[in-house]
Nanobody, 120 residues
Framework: QVHVMESGGGLVQAGGSLRVSCAASGSFFSINAMGWYRQVPGKQRELVARITSGGSTNYADSVKGRFTISRDNAKNTVYLQMNNLKPEDTAVYYC??????????????WGKGTLVTVSS
């Protein structure tokens, strides 16, 4: 069984910074990539940033230059450093792990989400 858990959300003023973390735990063979997605009520979940096991990253255009994703492979943990936050960044942030199970199936595991609120 695989668990993905986010932490570090909260309330911050516009222009401020926040770091959220996500750890994958349980029994699995390997992690291909981990990423952060966000969702606001009434809208689809969207990709914010993603990082592969080799360190390749991609970002949504709306966060480029402001957010940085990083990863600690030894801890199966991914971080999202968010700077110069804007009110439109307010959302529930979900962590995703694209991984290979012990039976060599490729699955996507999701966390329950952490709320980030940016006040103007």
């Amino acid at each position: 069984q695989v668990h993905v858990m986010e932490s570090g959300g909260g309330l911050v003023q516009a222009g401020g910074s926040l770091r959220v973390s996500c750890a994958a735990s349980g029994s699995f063979f390997s992690i291909n990539a981990m990423g952060w997605y966000r969702q606001v009520p009434g809208k689809q979940r969207e990709l914010v940033a993603r990082i592969t096991s080799g360190g390749s990253t991609n970002y949504a255009d709306s966060v480029k230059g402001r957010f940085t994703i990083s990863r600690d492979n030894a801890k199966n943990t991914v971080y999202l450093q968010m700077n110069n936050l804007k009110p439109e960044d307010t959302a529930v942030y979900y962590c995703n792990a694209d991984l290979v199970t012990t039976n060599y199936y490729n699955i996507n595991a999701w966390g329950k989400g952490t709320l980030v609120t940016v006040s103007s």
